[in-house]
């Protein structure tokens, strides 16, 4: 069968499955059925059916392949005989699975792309048998760029195949036909097996109970140990329970048990991440004496001890003390050298009896919120309404109407945002969502699901109490405007929430303080991330744009062109609204006079007046014009906390 494209006649033709490419910053994931033909130029593919070719979907020079490769067999699920083809296409690199139907066809496919690749300059020496989720899994690499695991067929020795002076490569020559009495061809080499590597099994203990919504999960119960089966997936792991059941559970509510018996994750008033900033603000909005916790120090290896007490301090407010745990030449833990101890368990306990030259002995750690989970189940995408009992209209934004909901499960409060008709690209977004379900982390509000079979379509989120931080920043702003610590706690958690969407490869375009939710103890989550591409708002469509003026950078303003750097502009504004009090940015210009004056004149706002000089420069640092000299967010985190250490916390 010919192509008609010019290219020469058809070395390989069959209907196979192929993996969707996921070209865009996230996209679904999905298997298609194809028709692919080989010429001596080109590997091309046709939609169509099993009978019958359809329309050309797309063609790769076979001059820009730089992998073709066998995949694991189980690495997408019940998917057999894979095959890696990874080319270049406009300066990036982009790799195509497609499977054939059995090992042979596999094998197949592989001698003749390779006879045909072969000499090309841009042959890769490594690549990954595995595929990418959210880590490799042929090597658990964490870095979706990280060097192969594997020798290509390059590294090995092949087969010599002719070439004609002028560099195009010859055809494959067709299969002879069999004459009488054949003489028997030795049989083809197998494809060998990617190699299996013996890692030991893990054991996790649950830190939290957790009911599952879905058969396919099972429940957690504090204190049980598990088997881990497969932790290829970042957020859900498939683990055993003692009884044999087997399912996923969310790996947030666990930890290893290496880690859980040997160290301090075990104790409940142990809390590793907090910073010094958090650790006050969360004794003393509990307000109880002795209320205390023990977080891992700045020196590596050592911990604070910070307990509160209700001794009024000089702005009569509860004081809060921080003890550096000390060890002694003979590795015994010791705040007050008269009282030292093997193990910091036996320390907390022996003060908890005693003040021990403490300003109080320890009572209670703070009460905890569980965490929350990348999604309602492991593969739960879909709610159905009548898993919701809609209650109170929360507010309106620019998608459509935001209720406040319980999942009729578990009473678990969520956000339910009810989509205006027309007011977005549903489609395209919820291929995009489910991608985005999987990103968690502390400081994002955590998308669960939508409800998509009935119209409108809903977007349900996790619930955050307080609202929208741009309102409650306006509404508390003179109890705020004089606590800077807590706005630096507050600018710092959006670091947080956006340093991981970069560590993802992940741009907001939309990062500010309306986009971003608070909820008990002025904790701060990003919202809304990604949701802009699909808006369709005068106020982001205006004069042929899609992004609000105020917030974005020279290179967006004049190219529309977005990165992580764009999203650390946006950041630098969005700390202006805060130590502003959630003053409009700008104040006093239009959209055309914030162009004219940001990119002709290099104008910068100035310093509010409650704003700390330090946290002005680290300000300006975002609003660089070049986006190189920006900061990147985890830079930032750095600066921020080194600011946050110097700056003393009230509670009000």
Known sequence: MSNGSGNGGEIRLAFMHKRSQNKRAVTKTNFKS???????????????????????????????????????????????????????????????????????????????????VQANSNLSDRYHYGIWTTKWTCCQKDYKGAPGCQNTFRQQPQPQHQHTDNGIRPPVPPTPVPTPNPTPRPPKPPIPNPPVTDRPKMIVIAKYDYDPLETIDIPLKRGKEYSVLNNSRDYWWKVRDRHGREGFIPSNYVEEKSKYSTGLERYDW????????????????????????????????????????????????????????????????????????????????????????????????????????????????????????????????????????????????VAVKRMQEGSMSEEDFIDEAKVMKELQHENLVQLYGVTSAQRPMCIVTEYM???????????????????????????QQVCFGMAYLESKGFIHRDLAARNCLVGDKHIVKVADFGLTRYV???????????????????????????????????FGILMWEVFSGGLAPYPAMSNVEVVDQVTRHNYRMERPDHCPYQMYRIMKDCWREKTDDRPSFST?????????????????
């Not at 744009?545 to 750097?565: D, G, Q």
């Open 465 to 491: 109490s307080k609202g929208c931080l741009l309102s409650y920043l306006r509404t508390h702003k003179f109890m705020l405007l004089e606590n800077t610590a807590i706005l630096i706690y507050m600018t």
């Open 270 to 413: 142990f809390n590793g991440t907090w910073s010094r900033q958090r650790t006050e603000l969360e004794l003393k909005q509990e307000s109880k004496e002795g209320c205390f916790t023990v977080r891992n120090s700045r020196t590596p290896g050592l911990c604070t001890l910070s307990v509160l007490a209700k001794e009024k301090g000089p702005s009569g407010e509860d004081v809060v003390r921080h003890y550096h745990i000390k060890q002694n030449s003979i590795k015994e833990f010791y705040v007050a050298e008269k009282h030292c101890f093997r193990d910091m368990g036996k320390l907390v306990e022996y003060h908890q009896h005693n003040a021990g030259g403490l300003i109080t002995r320890l009572r209670n750690p703070p009460g905890f919120t569980l965490p929350t989970t990348a999604g309602l189940g492991s593969t739960k995408w879909e709610i159905n309404r009548s898993e919701l009992k809609i209650l109170q209209e929360l507010g309106r934004g620019q998608f459509g109407i935001v209720h406040l909901a319980k999942l009729t499960h578990n009473n678990r409060f």
């Open 636 to 652: 930032l985190i750095g600066k921020l906390d080194q600011l946050s250490d110097k700056t003393e916390f009230h509670h009000s």
């Open 34 to 116: 194809r028709w692919f033909a080989l010429t001596n130029n080109m590997l091309i593919y046709y939609d169509g059916s099993d009978q019958k070719r359809g329309k050309e979907k797309n063609r790769i020079d076979l001059n820009q392949i730089k992998v073709v490769e066998p995949v694991a067999d189980g690495a997408f699920e019940n998917r057999q005989n894979g095959i890696q083809v990874t080319y270049s296409e406009q300066h990036t690199d982009v790799t195509l699975y497609f499977f054939p139907s059995s090992k042979e066809e596999q094998y197949n496919w592989l001698c003749d792309l390779r006879s045909l």
């Open 536 to 570: 369709m708002d005068d106020e982001y469509t205006s004069s042929g744009t899609k992004f609000p003026i105020k917030w974005a950078p020279p290179e967006v303003l004049h190219y529309t062109r977005f990165s992580s750097k764009s999203d650390v502009w946006a």
